[in-house]
């Protein structure tokens, strides 16, 4: 497979796309005509904030699987694209939070002590102490808007300063606020109000975009100094200049712009604006963190696994990710055995979690069945990113169902997939957090451990039916690992699972077809 980087990622990480054996292509400052045309040769791509992946982009990118945003913000990414085409956007959310945090405070320190201005006095041979009299923060009240990752981050940091510390994050538990030792504020006016310091810290959004205007400013403190080391404009660029040049603000520290990258911003002109051009994440640790964490996730998910950052999936911690990893196998393999073993289509896919793992977050789960049964007949035009909506677009209802109660397992994943007024029924449970059993297909129970091949078949209860399925498979030179018969009515019909060694041919299941008493036999590759 092949990936492109079109932007710098560290060393580090190029390494470990190389070492993968993969084919890695590293165009930095690619021409947007030359990407669109190049793209289609490409399963995975490696930006960071300056290449646009938008609509046009995904028309050409006919192959891609993979875009991989190698740092935090996704606003150079349009989502819908990628989800509707079953691409998976993946980026590392956590690895240079320290580095933005740290610049945040970094701006604040350098604006409120001119020390921009006064290193530029005196690199021009110039000693003059005055005009560069700076504010204390200790004592001060800093407000930040947005207390996730990097807002938490830095309003820890500026309490260690012996600032106030308040917030307004709508988003977040009052627990939250309580955790770091933050005031709440219920609206962003009354932060905005009784703020000596503002950072904002969200994302950009329609709501977050420009919500430090005209009017924030017009009941803001006088002399209220700004951070703004997020995305460019949630401070509104015009709004700012104009409170700077009224003297409502003293001073502004600011790491991104609307328009980047910029030259000719009327911000550039302000003495007491300290710009820095979106260097936020430019740190060895953070550049080193976050080129060897996107890498990892890019060959995940081309490897078509779940990845713990990808951004159009449900989000899993690492932690989480690891509790659910046997079930997302599991789940996969119970669904992808309806389409080996039935042809109808399908209307309805009920889902029921019981026992232990009904107390999981099992979103993913479900995309992990929903996978598996698309699968077998759409391939690998079906993964995590698409499977729902692969569901929806055959108009197929997905129903998940919990049952906290114990059965005759500690946990249990069972489908109810109904079809042609038919309803198939496969069940399955993970032992000792990483042995998977399939433990009930159509009432017939079992306890299975599946393996890739394996073959299922209903039979007339009646003596001799393994031995001349037994004789059949030898003849063929196929070897049977492990066999189990499952039978509800002594006479009436069985099932037995088989697991074998190696593929079954189309000729042997013929043979194994003719075989009076056995009502039919199919082939699963799981
Ligand atoms: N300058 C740089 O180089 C870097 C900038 N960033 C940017 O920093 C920002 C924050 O990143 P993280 O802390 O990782 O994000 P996060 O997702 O952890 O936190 C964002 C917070 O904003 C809150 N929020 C959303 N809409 C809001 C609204 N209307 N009003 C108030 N709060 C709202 C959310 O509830 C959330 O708690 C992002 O814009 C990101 O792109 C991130 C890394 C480096
Ligand atoms: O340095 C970069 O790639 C941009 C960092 C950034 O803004 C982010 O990770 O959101």
């Not at 470990?16 to 990407?35: A, F, P, Q």
Request: with cysteine; proline share 2%.
């Amino acid at each position: 497979m092949k990936i492109l980087v079109t932007e710098k990622i560290a060393d580090q990480g190029i390494e470990v796309l190389k070492k993968s054996g993969m084919e890695v292509d590293v165009k930095l400052d690619i021409e947007r005509g030359e990407l669109l045309e190049i793209i289609k040769n490409y399963d995975a791509i490696v930006v960071r904030s300056v290449t646009k992946i938008d609509e046009e982009f995904y028309q050409h990118a006919v192959n891609l699987k993979v875009v991989g945003r190698a740092g935090n913000g996704v606003d150079n990414i349009e989502m819908e694209g990628a989800t509707e085409r079953g691409i998976i956007v993946v980026n590392t959310p956590e690895a240079n939070i320290v580095s933005a945090a740290e610049h945040t405070i970094g701006l604040l320190i350098a604006s409120c002590r001119n020390i921009p201005q006064a290193n530029n006095h005196i690199k021009n041979r110039q000693w003059d102490r005055s005009g560069f009299k700076g504010v204390e923060l200790q004592g001060k009240t800093a407000g930040i808007v947005g207390l996730g990752r990097i807002g938490s981050l830095v309003a820890t940091r500026l309490q260690g300063f012996g600032m106030k510390v308040i917030a307004y994050d709508p988003y977040i538990t009052d627990e939250r606020f309580k955790k770091f030792g933050v005031e709440k504020k219920e609206n962003l006016q009354d932060l905005v109000k009784e703020s000596d310091f503002i950072s904002v810290h969200t994302p950009k959004t329609e709501e977050t975009f420009g919500m430090i205007g005209d009017e924030e400013f017009k009941i803001a403190k006088k002399g209220v100094r700004v951070v703004n080391c997020a995305r460019g404009g949630i401070i509104d660029e015009d709004a700012l200049v104009k409170a700077m040049k009224e003297n409502i603000v003293a001073s502004a520290g600011i790491d991104v712009l609307v328009d980047e990258p910029n030259t000719t911003s009327p911000l550039l002109d302000l003495n007491n604006v300290i710009i820095t051009p979106h260097l936020g994440a430019d740190t060895v640790e953070a550049q080193n963190n976050v080129g060897v964490t996107i890498a990892h996730e890019v060959l995940s998910a081309l490897k078509g696994e779940m990845v713990p950052n990808a951004v159009n999936l449900p989000t899993l911690h690492h932690q989480e990710l690891e509790a659910i990893k046997a079930y997302l196998q599991l789940g996969e393999i119970l669904g992808k055995l309806y389409h080996q073993l039935e042809k109808e289509a399908i209307e309805k896919i009920e889902i029921v979690y019981r026992g232990t793992v009904a107390e999981m977050e099992t979103s993913a789960v479900t995309l992990a069945i929903l996978k598996g049964v698309f699968e077998p007949i759409l391939k690998e035009r079906v993964n995590y990113v698409n499977a729902r909506l692969t569901a929806k677009n055959r108009g197929i209802k997905v129903i998940e169902s919990k049952e906290t109660v114990n059965g005759d397992y500690m946990n249990l994943i069972r489908l109810n997939i109904t079809a042609n007024n038919k309803v198939f029924t496969v069940a399955g449970t993970v032992f000792a957090k990483k042995d998977l059993r399939i433990v009930d297909v159509n009432g017939f129970e079992f306890d299975v451990n599946p393996t890739p091949y394996m073959l299922i078949a209903n039979n007339i209860d009646k003596p001799g039916m393994i031995g001349q399925i037994g004789t059949l498979l030898g003849a063929s030179k196929i070897n049977i690992a492990t066999m189990q018969v499952g039978r509800n009515v002594k006479g009436h019909e069985a099932m037995m699972v088989l697991t074998v060694d190696s593929e079954v041919t189309k000729e042997t299941l013929k043979l194994i077809s003719n075989v009076e008493g056995i009502l039919k036999i199919k082939f699963a590759k799981l």
